[in-house]
């Protein structure tokens, strides 16, 4: 398909316009006119920028791009080599940040509810961001954090009590500890995100609510992995998602 095809429809299906966000979104880097190989990951490393040269890709797409809001923007060093493999080898680059979080059906949120059996029922945060709802069946902290530890295959920080009955649930995947209020007042029982901070265990400690940290990248990995096979089905063209471990 042409590249042009690939960027329109993945705009519209992401709608990035909606989203003020951190970074652009979609074409990020120009790479050749036509798409028939797509090489899929959480970020755009080096290692992945080199496992799509090795699988001859024409395109990768990322959760996590490049030129962040208030990073260097000089082109040296790293920067200098993921840019030159890029354009050395003629490859697209397509980065969705905000917009996969949040996608109903795609998005990192999404795919973590419907392979944990959560029942969504509302949205929070800034640009409703942060999922809300309640679990398939109820069980306790601890029978909770297993079933995230086996589906993430890495066992979780959990602040809370083991024996404490889980029910109404919220989460976000990523940095989104910065949500944990918003969460408790909401009157949850427990909230799930990538990351933890230093007050996020004084939060959980003193409100009850139990925390589970599940990692950043393992909290990520479902929404490009979702989208990947998306472009697939729709499109029949090879996209093959690469998991590069990451332990936070």
Same mark, same amino acid.
């Given at each position: 398909?042409?590249?042009?095809?690939?960027?329109?429809?993945?705009?519209?299906?992401?709608?990035?316009?909606?989203?003020?966000?951190?970074?652009?979104?979609?074409?990020?880097?120009?790479?050749?006119?036509?798409?028939?190989?797509?090489?899929?990951?959480?970020?755009?490393?080096?290692?992945?920028?080199?496992?799509?040269?090795?699988?001859?890709?024409?395109?990768?797409?990322?959760?996590?791009?490049?030129?962040?809001?208030?990073?260097?923007?000089?082109?040296?060093?790293?920067?200098?080599?993921?840019?030159?493999?890029?354009?050395?080898?003629?490859?697209?680059?397509?980065?969705?940040?905000?917009?996969?979080?949040?996608?109903?059906?795609?998005?990192?949120?999404?795919?973590?509810?419907?392979?944990?059996?959560?029942?969504?029922?509302?949205?929070?945060?800034?640009?409703?961001?942060?999922?809300?709802?309640?679990?398939?069946?109820?069980?306790?902290?601890?029978?909770?954090?297993?079933?995230?530890?086996?589906? =993430? $295959?890495?066992?979780?920080?959990?602040? @809370? #009590?083991? &024996?404490?009955?889980?029910?109404?649930? %919220?989460?976000? !995947? +990523?940095?989104?500890?910065?949500?944990?209020?918003?969460?408790?007042? =909401? $009157?949850?029982?427990?909230?799930?995100? @990538? #990351?933890? &901070?230093?007050?996020?265990?004084?939060? %959980?400690?003193? !409100? +009850?609510?139990?925390?589970?940290?599940?990692?950043?990248?393992?909290?990520?990995?479902?929404?490009?992995?979702?989208?990947? #096979?998306?472009?697939?089905?729709?499109?029949?063209?090879?996209?093959?998602?690469?998991?590069?471990?990451?332990?936070?």
């Amino acid at each position: 398909m042409k590249r042009e095809e690939l960027v329109n429809y993945l705009d519209g299906l992401m709608t990035p316009g909606k989203f003020r966000d951190y970074c652009p979104n979609g074409l990020q880097v120009e790479g050749r006119s036509e798409i028939s190989r797509i090489v899929a990951g959480v970020t755009a490393s080096q290692a992945l920028l080199d496992a799509a040269v090795e699988r001859h890709a024409d395109a990768i797409l990322v959760h996590h791009g490049y030129f962040w809001k208030g990073e260097d923007g000089r082109v040296t060093g790293i920067r200098r080599k993921r840019l030159a493999t890029l354009l050395a080898h003629d490859i697209s680059l397509l980065a969705y940040h905000l917009p996969l979080d949040a996608h109903p059906e795609l998005g990192n949120n999404a795919q973590l509810a419907s392979r944990l059996g959560w029942i969504p029922e509302g949205r929070f945060g800034e640009q409703d961001i942060a999922w809300l709802g309640t679990l398939l069946e109820a069980c306790n902290l601890t029978a909770l954090a297993g079933k995230v530890a086996r589906l =993430l $295959g890495r066992e979780p920080m959990v602040i @809370g #009590e083991g &024996s404490r009955p889980i029910r109404r649930i %919220a989460w976000c !995947s +990523g940095g989104a500890q910065g949500y944990f209020e918003q969460a408790i007042a =909401l $009157g949850v029982d427990a909230f799930m995100s @990538g #990351e933890i &901070s230093e007050q996020t265990v004084h939060l %959980a400690r003193e !409100s +009850g609510v139990a925390y589970i940290a599940a990692g950043h990248h393992a909290t990520e990995r479902y929404g490009v992995e979702a989208l990947a #096979e998306h472009l697939a089905q729709r499109f029949g063209i090879r996209c093959e998602f690469v998991d590069l471990d990451n332990p936070v």
